[in-house]
Structure formats: structure tokens, C-alpha cells
């Protein structure tokens, strides 16, 4: 089923991103953990993959498994960095063979061990020119990634949001957002996104944090602001997995609250591939999430 429906019927629900596992212990570990979390009736399942098409057997053979498990609408990430049109035309075969009908086109990041590598000289140098590619196939609903705080690169939160409207006018149906820890750039964002004229479901992507250093240092990648007060708390517990986790749900739990009385009523989670987190966090925020079907 196509997302882009999902959205329509469904007036409020999570979805959950995973990560192809990469053994087969690995994948029955994974298998469970969605199993737990499916019973939060997600809107639907993602998948990543890596840049390059560096796990694209391990992200088919995952979402082949999710297939076989049920008929959760499931989404591939793709990648377009670095793949020319006949390599992406042979995947887009091979998820709609497997009955895949959305994508979230991406373009990836340049490999690290690869310096002076230029983007610009493949076939898809932004994701738009992949949504572009993908759009014309007539065969999925696409997603697309935005970034409350900018993208890393953008010179300006201006070009970037200049540049976010063209991929989504190229065929977007709705945008993912990359974590954030302080609502108020996604406030900001959804603001700016609406004036520039961004009409398509803008879901925010919640990160769990179970791991205080792994967090900073991600977040740095992605040059997402973590509140001081969040790290003050943070850093006492950070040798202390379980109380680090549960801060971890007592923040995101915080965070999405704060989101709902806002508007929002999608959450994207960024699973990490643990039932954990999440399910403390849905629990704790109650029966909001139980799927509702909107009337026709
Ligand atoms: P683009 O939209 O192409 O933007 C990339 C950069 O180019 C930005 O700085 C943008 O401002 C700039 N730009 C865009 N258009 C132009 C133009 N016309 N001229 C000049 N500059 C331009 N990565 C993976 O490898 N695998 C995954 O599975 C994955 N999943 C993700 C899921 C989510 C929800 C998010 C938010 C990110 C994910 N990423 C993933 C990371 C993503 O690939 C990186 O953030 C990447 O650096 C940018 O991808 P994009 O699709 O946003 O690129």
C-alpha cells in the first residue's frame, strides 16, 4: 500500500525505521523486534540503505523478510550518490517485484574513504534528480529527507529550504525529518516549509537516545543541536546504559507530547533496531497512537 494513501486515511500513527541486519542471527533478532513493536500498529515499516548501495542485498533481503511476515506498507530507502540510471532501474525492478510501493529517494553521503569524490558526476547528483527518476516509473510513493536545522552542507537555511522545495515539487509526497532535540527548529521549519509554499505531511523523525556518546557524536554528523539542559543531564548517567536509556524515553516521551500539542500527529522513529526505547515511549504516551480510520 502506498504511504501516500496511508497518510490519507490515517489522521495520527508512528512508523518505524530499521537497518538491514547483517547476519542471519542478526535478522531473527530483528524479525522479533519488529514483531514487539508492530503491536503499536506502525502506519508503516522503513528500511535504510546504505550510500552507494553498499547493503542493497542485506535492504532487499530484510524487507523480503518483512514481506513474507505481513502486509505492513514498507518503504526502501535508496540512495542515488555514485549509481547510474541502469543500476537504479535494476533495483526499482527488484523492490516492485517484491511488491515495495515506496521509496524514500535520498541522496546519500559521499564515501569518507573516497576524498575529492564529486556527487556531481553521477547520474544523480541530488535526490532530486532521483525523485525525478523514480517519479516518471509511475510506481511508488516517495518520501523525501528534510532537515529542521538545515542540511549540513546548504550554505544557508534559505538555499536549503530553496533547494527542499524543488525535490519535493519533483514528485514528493511526503518529507521525513532528520532528529532533532529541540522542537523549536522544527517549529521554525514547518514555518518556513508552509510560507515557501510545502504543502505535503512533514514527519518528524525521533531518535531514542540510548547512548550519550554515540548520541553527541551523531548528532554532530548531523549538526542537530542537543539542548544544554538535555546534556547536563545526560552526561552523570552516561556510563550507566539502562538510567542513560530511560532518560533517553523520558526525553523523546517529553518531545513528542510537546510535538502533539502542536499539531503534529505522525512520528517517524528512528528504531536503532531495538523494541525497547520505543515501546516505553508509545506506552507511556497511552492510547494517542491506536490507528484511526479517518471517514472516507
Ligand atoms: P539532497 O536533497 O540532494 O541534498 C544534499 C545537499 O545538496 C544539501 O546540502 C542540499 O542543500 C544541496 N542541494 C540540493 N539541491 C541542490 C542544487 N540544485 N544545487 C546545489 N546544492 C543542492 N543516508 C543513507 O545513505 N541511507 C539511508 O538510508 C538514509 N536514510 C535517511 C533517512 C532520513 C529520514 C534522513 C533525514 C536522512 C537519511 N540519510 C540516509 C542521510 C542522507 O543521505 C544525507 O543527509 C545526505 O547528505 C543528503 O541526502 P538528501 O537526500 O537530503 O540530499
Not at 514487539?36 to 550510500?51: H, N, Q, R, V, W
Not at 515501546?279 to 472516507?296: C, K, N, P
Request: charged share 30%.
Amino acid at each position: 500500500m502506498k504511504i501516500r494513501d496511508v497518510l490519507k486515511t490515517h489522521k495520527e500513527g508512528i512508523a518505524l525505521e530499521f537497518f538491514p541486519p547483517k547476519t542471519m542471527d542478526g535478522m531473527a533478532a530483528f524479525l522479533l523486534v519488529v514483531e514487539e513493536l508492530k503491536a503499536f500498529d506502525p502506519l508503516y515499516i522503513s528500511m535504510t540503505y546504505g550510500a552507494g548501495g553498499t547493503t542493497r542485498e542485506r535492504t532487499v533481503n530484510a524487507l523480503r523478510w518483512l514481506r513474507e511476515d505481513g502486509c505492513l506498507p514498507l518503504m526502501s530507502h535508496l540512495t542515488g550518490i555514485g549509481a547510474t540510471r541502469d543500476s537504479i532501474g535494476a533495483i526499482v525492478d527488484e523492490l516492485e517485484s517484491l511488491g515495495i510501493d515506496n521509496i524514500l529517494a535520498l541522496r546519500g553521503d559521499p564515501p569518507k574513504d573516497l576524498p575529492g569524490f564529486d556527487p556531481s558526476k553521477g547520474d544523480f547528483p541530488f535526490a532530486r534528480d532521483l525523485v525525478d527518476f523514480l517519479r516518471k516509473t509511475g510506481l511508488f510513493s516517495l518520501g523525501v529527507a528534510v532537515y529542521p536545522e538545515g542540511h549540513p552542507r546548504s550554505p544557508s537555511l534559505a538555499k536549503d529550504l530553496e533547494y527542499t522545495k524543488r525535490k519535493i515539487d519533483r514528485g514528493a509526497d511526503f518529507a521525513i525529518t532528520q532528529m532533532f532535540f529541540d522542537n523549536r527548529y522544527f517549529y521554525r521549519f514547518r514555518d518556513r516549509a508552509a510560507r515557501a509554499g510545502i504543502t505535503i505531511p512533514i514527519i518528524p523523525g525521533i531518535m531514542p537516545i540510548v547512548d550519550c556518546k554515540r548520541t553527541r557524536e551523531f548528532a554532530d554528523v548531523c549538526s542537530a543541536t542537543i539542548p544544554k539542559d538535555i546534556l547536563d543531564r545526560m552526561e552523570p548517567v552516561s556510563d550507566l546504559p539502562e538510567d542513560m536509556r530511560k532518560l533517553g524515553v523520558e526525553f523523546a516521551v517529553k518531545q513528542v507530547e510537546d510535538l502533539m500539542k502542536h499539531g503534529v500527529s505522525y512520528f517517524h522513529f528512528y528504531t536503532m533496531n531495538r523494541a525497547d526505547s520505543v515501546s516505553d515511549i508509545l506506552v507511556a504516551l497511552g492510547r494517542e497512537f491506536q490507528r484511526t480510520q479517518a471517514a472516507a
